[in-house]
């Protein structure tokens, strides 16, 4: 069974910049996580969606940042002017079932915002 | 909110000693979290290693243990003899026990093992 994948690994850009993540999840799994890890600091929810819905975007920097999954399978989070202070590894997770424990992890994506 | 404290950036052991990582957590919006450590190996993804949703209870994986210490509020993972193999970084967790889908992480601590 293929894993959480992720592309693409590594970005860079130019403050002011779009920059798109795609995220394709376990086959099966309804639930659908990102998130954002600074340097040095754990892994902070971003935003989660079962199936094709968003259940929680609270911690989107919403004026910036969107994330959709419309077909109930990959994802896509955007990051429409990007700000050195965006500069972290992006993670995308999915799992089972919603109210699953456990979370499958990709390999993240790692942006460099100059 | 809620959060997870974890003192040590890092922490170096040789092989075949015994190991404790730290952990403490703060749930001020819940009653008893669903509590977790996740590992990341060099060039893999963040993977589950063990969870304890009960307080009281110990989880144990791969020879690592950690019990739910509700009064202490900690979560320490401890190994009694660790090998080269378990040179990681390890992350404690907590969730919500209604809504087990947001998860709380530590800074992390990563583990060398000397050889």
């Known amino acids: 069974e293929a894993g959480v994948t992720q592309s693409p690994r590594y970005a860079v850009l130019q403050e002011g910049q779009a920059v798109s993540f795609w995220c394709d999840p376990i086959s099966g799994h309804d639930t659908l996580y990102w998130y954002q890890q600074p340097r040095d600091q754990g892994p902070q929810l971003l935003v989660y969606f079962r199936d094709e819905a968003v259940i929680d975007n609270s911690q989107l920097p919403s004026d910036r940042f969107s994330a959709v999954r419309p077909k109930g399978t990959n994802s896509t989070l955007k990051i429409q002017s990007a700000k050195q202070g965006d500069t972290a590894t992006y993670l995308c997770?999915?799992?089972?079932?919603?109210?699953?424990?456990?979370?499958?992890f990709g390999p993240g994506t790692r942006l460099t915002v100059l | 909110g809620d959060s997870v404290t974890q003192t040590e950036g890092q922490v170096t052991v040789s092989e075949s000693k015994s190991l404790i990582i730290n952990c403490t957590y703060s749930a001020t919006s819940i009653g008893y979290p669903n509590l977790f450590w996740y590992v990341r190996y060099p060039g893999e993804g963040l993977q589950l290693l063990l969870k304890v949703i009960t307080a009281g209870q110990k989880g144990s994986s791969r020879g690592f243990e950690a019990t739910y210490n509700k009064e202490a509020t900690s979560f320490h993972l401890q190994k009694a003899s660790v090998q080269e193999s378990d040179s990681a970084v390890y992350y404690c967790?907590?969730?919500?026990?209604?809504?087990?889908?947001?998860?709380?992480f530590g800074t992390g601590t990563r583990l060398q093992v000397l050889p």
């Open positions: 997770a999915s799992s089972l079932y919603w109210g699953a424990y456990e979370q499958y």
């Open positions: 967790a907590l969730s919500d026990s209604s809504n087990t889908n947001k998860v709380v």
